[in-house]
């Protein structure tokens, strides 16, 4: 049997606007640090909101408290949007698919727990076997630590499992295990993937 581990945040649900005004509200008021939305935007892409800001607070003091003080301020201004959060898309005629043909479908988010709040609201959790943020204790992508798990809680076929996700962390995070990976992404990128899709509507083509 197929099996996808889906990525959240601008792969299943275009979240960003709030993930990138929360980022530049957080930085500005608890260090000084004004950056564009489209700065913040490019620069969390190619790797994580988490490594981006890390990087930019290695001059402080202590770098671990910094991010902590980031966060604190990052969550409550992100949660201000959720309701804000839509689908991309053409995801649901894609995860209505995947259904249809009895893929297992997982999502695995660096987000925290609103996860399960939000695939509540858009109408979705229903899709998927399980949903697993990194809050609940896990390893971040793309160590193959979360993949590892429900490999072996669902006995998965490795040949048979895809990922799906927006960044090269996602396409990292596939291939550690040696699964299929599919980048959804309309921009030109400089590392290597296996399948690259700008409508998240091609996959069935692929899958």
């Known amino acids: 049997m197929k099996s996808i581990v889906w990525d959240f945040d601008d792969t299943i649900a275009n979240s960003y606007p709030g993930i990138v005004s929360a980022t530049q509200k957080s930085l500005r ?5 004004s950056l564009s939305k489209d700065t913040i935007f490019k620069e969390s892409k190619k790797t994580s909101v988490r490594r981006f800001v ?9 770098v671990d408290q910094a991010v902590k003080v980031f966060y604190a301020t990052y969550y409550r201004y992100e949660k201000e949007y959720h309701d804000k959060i839509t689908l991309i898309p053409h995801v649901l005629k894609e995860l209505k698919y995947c259904d249809s043909k009895h893929y297992m479908q997982f999502i695995i988010t ?3 727990q609103s996860i399960y709040d939000l695939a509540k609201t858009l109408g979705i959790e229903h899709f998927f076997k399980e949903i697993i943020s990194v809050e609940d204790g896990h390893k971040r992508k793309p160590d193959p630590e979360m993949l590892n798990y429900l490999i072996e809680k669902y006995g998965l076929n490795k040949d048979e499992l895809w990922v799906i996700g927006d960044r090269q962390i996602d396409v990292d995070f596939g291939q550690s295990v040696g699964a299929h990976t599919i980048l959804f992404n309309s921009e030109d990128v400089d590392f290597k993937y296996e399948h690259k899709v700008s409508d998240i509507s091609e996959i069935e083509q692929i899958i």
Do not use: A, Y
Not at 29 to 33: H, L
């Open 29 to 33: 008021e608890n260090f000084g640090i």
């Open 110 to 112: 660096h987000r925290d």
């Open 54 to 62: 890390t990087e930019l607070l290695e001059d402080q003091e202590d």
